[in-house]
């Protein structure tokens, strides 16, 4: 579950930013918990207590800003999400220095509606990503390994089991599961099927060679085969996933 916070001393704009994140993410079944403020020394209070993983901060309020917000968590190390909300486009320029992941202006031609759609759309991309999955190895090893979901790069099904290729590891991690199993449970995370044998983490996705059927990864020293029968449909995923993280 995640943990947002929005920060703005326009009761109105809160409100209606409230509305909209809250039905964005019904929308893709992200469970989360909103919590709202009109003052920066209170949202900073509460995040000593409650971890936000995304925070929406108006830049210009009083007493304490939402740049004073951002330098305060950056100081403390936070690695929360910043979305910065402003009417004043000139502002944008200097939030850079807080690294933030997007910005809203309030004044802009694109509805508040869309903009946050956009940004949510590939915020859940990166926070999804970013959760650790267990996998029960049955190799040499016979250990559990803690891993990222981003650093998955493919998974290959053999038999009554499938291995794991990791970014990093030298060799595999093989556990008993079927690739059906796989394919249901990494759907969410921007994993698609390409072969009988093989599903890939669209995130490491380099070259999609259609011509020749073969799939080329980021860290990968061999292709992929790719199945003709997931052609089309791996094109149209690919597709609609750069658009979403562009």
């Known amino acids: 579950m995640l943990n947002i916070a929005i920060c703005d001393d326009n009761s109105y704009m809160l409100s209606k930013i409230q509305n909209i994140v809250k039905s964005e993410l019904e929308k893709h079944n992200e469970t989360a918990k909103i919590q709202i403020f009109t003052n920066g ?22 007493s304490i800003n939402g740049f004073d917000i ?11 999400y910043l979305i910065f909300i402003t009417v004043h486009s000139e502002l944008v320029y200097n939030s850079l220095d807080f690294q933030p992941f997007n910005f809203i202006r ?15 759309q590939k915020l859940l991309l990166h926070t999804r990503q970013n959760k650790r999955v267990i996998i029960e190895n049955d190799g040499k090893s016979g250990n559990k390994h803690s891993v990222y979901i981003r650093d998955i790069l493919y998974i290959e099904s053999t038999g009554h089991y499938c291995k794991f290729f990791v970014k990093g590891e030298t060799s595999f991690l093989k556990q008993r599961c079927t690739i059906q199993e796989c394919e249901e449970f990494y759907r969410a995370y921007n994993f698609i099927r390409v072969h009988r044998s093989y599903i890939i983490n669209l995130r490491h996705l380099d070259v999609l060679d259609l011509y020749n059927r073969e799939i080329f990864l980021n860290d990968c020293d061999r292709p992929i085969h790719l199945g003709r029968k997931y052609k089309e449909a791996v094109d149209e995923k690919y597709t609609l996933y750069l658009r979403t993280i562009i």
């Open 70 to 80: 951002a330098k305060k968590l950056r100081d403390s190390f936070s690695s929360s």
């Open 106 to 120: 309030k004044n802009d031609i694109i509805p508040i509606e869309d903009k946050i759609s956009e940004i949510l």
């Open 41 to 62: 020394e209170i949202l900073l209070k509460a995040h000593e207590s409650t971890f936000f993983d995304i925070l929406f901060l108006d830049i210009e309020m009083p």
